[in-house]
T-cell receptor, first 115, second 116 residues
Framework: AQKITQTQPGMFVQEKEAVTLDCTYD???????LFWYKQPSSGEMIFLIY??????QNATEGRYSLNFQKARKSANLVISASQLGDSAMYFC????????????FGTGTRLTIIP | DGGITQSPKYLFRKEGQNVTLSCEQN?????MYWYRQDPGQGLRLIYY???????QKGDIAEGYSVSREKKESFPLTVTSAQKNPTAFYLC???????????????FGPGTRLLVL
């Protein structure tokens, strides 16, 4: 069974600083995908970034990057130059590559950006 | 604009009543999903459908039912058997089934269900 652990229930970060949101995962599968989603107060889940288990380079999407350490089973999200609009819940999720379309989610981290 | 719509935004249920949450997508996606989110929790999968007229139970299917008569529609019924239905319900879709595991799921705006 897959499991995602996010150990930071909440974080407060000064505007323009970088922030790292932690995510560790557990799976016995060799092929899997890791996702990060942002959920603002409106409730919609917004896809941010993806990392495949066989990808040799860490994924980047604009201000978002994923610090993928396969041996440690961690997939931390790094947001550079944080903005007030980054305040939201952030969820890490995983999907294995066996035709199972299920996403397993962590419990999330609430990020608050301080002006 | 292409996207996923969910209605209503808020829904109130009386004891013993069945209610149906609507989910429509015009993205031409094959797969559709229903998730439940409780306060302070991540999302849990209720049901998913990979093709019209077929659907699979997720982790917490008890007390829920679905149908997939059209590719673009995947309604969720919360039955009276669901004893604790108060939650935020999110519908999602993804382009293809099993073709690329990195394909993300796209989410609708959600429906908040409250019990009177």
């Amino acid at each position: 069974a897959q499991k995602i652990t996010q150990t930071q229930p909440g974080m407060f970060v000064q505007e323009k600083e970088a922030v790292t949101l932690d995510c560790t995962y557990d799976t016995s599968d060799q092929s899997y995908g890791l996702f990060w989603y942002k959920q603002p107060s409106s409730g919609e889940m917004i896809f941010l970034i993806y990392q495949g288990s066989y990808d040799e380079q860490n994924a980047t999407e604009g201000r978002y990057s994923l610090n993928f350490q396969k041996a440690r089973k961690s997939a931390n999200l790094v947001i550079s130059a944080s903005q007030l609009g980054d305040s939201a819940m952030y969820f890490c999720a995983m999907r294995t590559n066996f035709g199972n379309e299920k996403l397993t989610f962590g419990t999330g981290t609430r990020l608050t950006i301080i002006p | 604009d292409g996207g996923i719509t969910q209605s209503p935004k808020y829904l109130f249920r009386k004891e013993g009543q069945n209610v149906t949450l609507s989910c429509e997508q015009n993205l031409n996606h094959d797969a559709m999903y229903w998730y439940r989110q409780d306060p302070g929790q991540g999302l849990r999968l209720i049901y998913y459908s990979q093709i019209v007229n077929d659907f699979q139970k997720g982790d917490i299917a008890e007390g829920y039912s679905v149908s997939r008569e059209k590719k673009e529609s995947f309604p969720l019924t919360v039955t009276s058997a669901q004893k604790n239905p108060t939650a935020f319900y999110l519908c999602a879709s993804s382009p293809r089934v099993g073709a690329r595991y990195q394909e993300t799921q796209y989410f609708g705006p959600g429906t908040r269900l409250l019990v009177l």
